[in-house]
T-cell receptor, first 113, second 113 residues
Framework: QKEVEQNSGPLSVPEGAIASLNCTYS??????FFWYRQYSGKSPELIMF????GDKEDGRFTAQLNKASQYVSLLIRDSQPSDSATYLC?????????????FGAGTRLFVKA | ETGVTQSPTHLIKTRGQQVTLRCSSQ?????VSWYQQALGQGPQFIFQ???????GRGNFPPRFSGLQFPNYSSELNVNALELDDSALYLC????????????FGPGTRLTVL
């Protein structure tokens, strides 16, 4: 089992729709969870971080964390063509002392105008 | 802009050569992590430095080594380059607490021929 798993996609949604990106992780003791956006040829940029169970909203983005199910998701409301990118889920597993960040392979999102 | 810079932007080397990549962390960030990102994959953790000491290492051979300097700069050195070392190399700086948010530099694209 991979430490952090994401559907590779591509996920295609029409402009204005909600895009839902999912991620599961294997270390039940993980404490910190991040979503990064990466445009082709560029470096990852942080969208959101979440530490506690539940929802965290920032503008059009909502991160959801369910530690019991070892599941974290990212919702993008009112999707725009500029949201088309690869979305990386990242986790800090407790079994590494918390310093090591494990990334999923990313989900490619296409927002059709 | 994250305040993290990397040089060079692109680099072409031949198999067996050695390479040094450089990173300048965000001011005040005493932790730097290095990642390797192959095409279509998520970033893979190489190692982390905290206050000039290696703080942890991923599954990379010893020919990958690093240094961190007191002025928030760091280096990634790779000896005996192999074709599979072709990738985007990313550095990320953070304050150093486990689970802290990391801020990525723009990356160095290394091609090994």
């Amino acid at each position: 089992q991979k430490e952090v798993e994401q559907n590779s996609g591509p996920l295609s949604v029409p402009e204005g729709a909600i895009a839902s990106l999912n991620c599961t992780y294997s270390d039940r003791g993980s404490q910190s969870f991040f979503w990064y956006r990466q445009y082709s040829g560029k470096s990852p940029e942080l969208i959101m971080f979440i530490y506690s169970n539940g929802d965290k909203e920032d503008g059009r983005f909502t991160a959801q964390l369910n530690k019991a199910s070892q599941y974290v998701s990212l919702l993008i409301r009112d999707s725009q063509p500029s949201d088309s990118a690869t979305y990386l889920c990242a986790v800090n597993p407790r079994n590494t002392g918390g310093f090591k960040t494990i990334f999923g392979a990313g989900t490619r999102l296409f927002v059709k105008a | 802009e994250t305040g993290v810079t990397q040089s060079p932007t692109h680099l072409i080397k031949t198999r067996g050569q050695q390479v040094t990549l450089r990173c300048s962390s965000q001011s005040g960030h005493n932790t730097v992590s290095w990642y390797q990102q192959a095409l279509g994959q998520g970033p893979q953790f190489i190692f982390q430095y905290y206050r000039e000491e290696e703080n942890g290492r991923g599954n990379f051979p010893p020919r990958f080594s690093g240094l961190q300097f007191p002025n928030y700069s760091s280096e990634l050195n790779v000896n005996a380059l192999e074709l599979d070392d072709s990738a985007l190399y990313l550095c990320a700086s953070s304050l150093g607490l486990p689970g802290d948010t990391q801020y990525f530099g723009p990356g160095t694209r290394l091609t090994v021929l």
